[in-house]
C-alpha cells in the first residue's frame, strides 16, 4: 500500500542543529517554532477555529535522518544506550515511515500575507517539513494514568549555572531574545550529552537561534562557558 503525501508547511525553530534538542517537546517549554503553511494550504480558511485550542499535534518527517533508512532495533539514550528494543517501542527517528509526532502550545496564529502559526515547547529542527497539523483535544488524548515504560529512568536533571562571559551576551540579547537565558537552562537540564560521553574537561557546543552557546558538564552541573554569534 502507497501513499503519497505533501508537506503542508515547513518549522522555522530555535533548533538550528539536531544535537541537543530535546528528547520530546515539552521538556523545553520555552523553546519556539513558527509553522509556515506552503501554497495552496496557506490560506486563513485552512486554521479557521483553531485558535479555540491551548495545544495542537504536529506530525513530520525526520528530514535529516529520513536516508539513513531504518533498523528493527534501536538503542534508545534512556535506556544508556547498551540495551536494543524495537523500533516501535521507541520514539527514534530511524523509522520505516520517518514520522514524527509532537504536541505543542498554541502560542498565535497570524493570517496577514500567508498563514504563520506559533508554537512553544517543541522538538523540532528547522526546516523541518510538516505533514499535517490536528488539535490536542485534552479529554481524549491526556491519560492521567498513562505509564512511561523504560522512559521511566528516574534521572535527575542538571544544574545549568552561566559564566561572566555568557552572562553578559545575556545581557546584551535579553530584549531580542528575552526567553534565552530560559531556554539554555532547558535544554542544558537534560543533559544532552551522548549516554558514555563523561568528560568534564570536553566542551560542547550547539546553536540556539543565531548563536553557539558551549559548555561543560562535571558533578550534576552544565557550566555555559560562552554565548557567542554564530
Ligand atoms: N516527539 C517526536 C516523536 O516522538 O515522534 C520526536 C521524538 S525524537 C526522539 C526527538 C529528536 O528528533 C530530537 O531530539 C531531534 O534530535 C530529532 N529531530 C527533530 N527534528 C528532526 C528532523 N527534522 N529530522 C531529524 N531529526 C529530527
Known amino acids: 500500500m502507497n501513499w503519497h503525501m505533501q508537506a503542508i508547511g515547513r518549522i522555522e525553530s530555535c533548533y538550528r542543529e539536531k544535537f541537543a534538542i530535546p528528547r520530546q517537546p515539552g ?3 520555552s ?27 504536529v506530525l513530520f518527517v525526520f528530514h535529516e535522518t529520513a536516508a539513513q533508512g531504518w533498523r528493527p532495533t534501536v538503542r534508545p539514550p534512556k535506556l544508556g544506550g547498551n540495551r536494543r528494543v524495537g523500533v516501535f517501542a521507541t520514539r527514534s527517528t530511524f523509522r520505516p515511515n520517518p514520522i514524527g509526532l509532537s504536541v505543542a502550545r498554541l502560542a498565535g496564529i497570524d493570517t496577514d500575507g500567508g498563514v504563520r502559526i506559533h508554537l512553544a515547547g517543541i522538538d523540532l529542527l528547522d526546516g523541518t517539513p510538516v505533514l499535517d497539523l490536528k488539535p490536542y483535544l485534552g479529554y481524549a488524548d491526556a491519560i492521567a494514568d498513562a505509564g512511561n515504560g523504560y522512559a521511566d529512568d528516574g534521572s535527575q536533571p542538571l544544574t545549568v549555572v552561566f559564566d561572566p562571559a555568557a552572562e553578559v551576551t545575556l545581557l546584551e540579547q535579553a530584549q531580542r531574545l528575552p526567553k534565552l537565558r530560559q531556554l539554555i537552562a532547558e535544554v542544558l537540564a537534560q543533559d544532552p550529552r551522548p549516554g558514555y560521553a563523561d568528560d568534564p574537561d570536553r566542551d560542547y557546543g550547539m546553536q540556539l537561534y543565531d548563536l553557539n552557546i558551549r559548555w561543560r558538564t562535571q558533578a550534576g552541573v552544565a557550566r555555559v562557558t560562552s554565548i557567542t554569534a554564530a
Open 27 to 29: 521538556l523545553a517549554p
Open 31 to 57: 523553546s519556539e517554532a513558527t509553522l509556515h503553511l506552503l501554497p495552496p494550504y496557506d490560506h486563513p480558511d485552512t486554521v479557521r477555529g483553531l485558535d479555540a485550542f491551548s495545544h495542537v499535534w
